[in-house]
């Protein structure tokens, strides 16, 4: 495996798409989405969130030599400008459902993508 100092830009992409694909992938199995006011919910997506950035992260940051943390990091923030991206038109066009969460969820996901991606840089630099 080549070791490098810094990921190209398809790499970070390639991390956010991973992320958020299987972020998408579990929280579309999950039973309700974040709308209620219990914190159970709200737990279980971000734990899912958190999870996913960990995993995406790991790998995509797992070959390099140093920056573990900053690139981890943007990879989680990828992976939230891709929710974003994601989630608003389908917002407009099916203004009921999962597509449309409260605000504060927006939030909730920046950081625990964020959190979740360097904890992956993290990981990936203590393995």
């Known amino acids: 495996m080549e070791e490098k100092n810094k990921l190209t830009f398809n790499e ?19 039973p309700s989405t974040p709308r209620v006011a219990s914190t159970a919910p709200v737990l279980l997506y971000s734990a899912t969130a958190i999870f996913s950035a960990v ?6 940051t797992r070959r ?5 943390l900053k690139n981890g990091l943007m990879i989680g923030v ?6 974003i991206f994601v989630s608003f038109p389908l917002s407009l066009v099916f203004p009921e459902g ?10 909730i996901n920046l950081l625990t993508f964020s ?5 992956g840089g993290l990981l990936a630099a203590l393995i």
């Open 12 to 30: 970070y992409l390639s991390g956010g798409f991973l992320g958020f694909g299987l972020f998408m992938l579990i929280t579309s199995i999950l």
């Open 55 to 60: 995993l995406a992260a790991y790998l995509s």
């Open 64 to 68: 390099l030599v140093e920056n573990h």
């Open 78 to 83: 990828i992976e939230f400008l891709i929710d």
């Open 98 to 107: 999962m597509w449309n969460p409260p605000l504060p969820i927006w939030g």
């Open 115 to 119: 959190l979740g991606g360097v904890l």
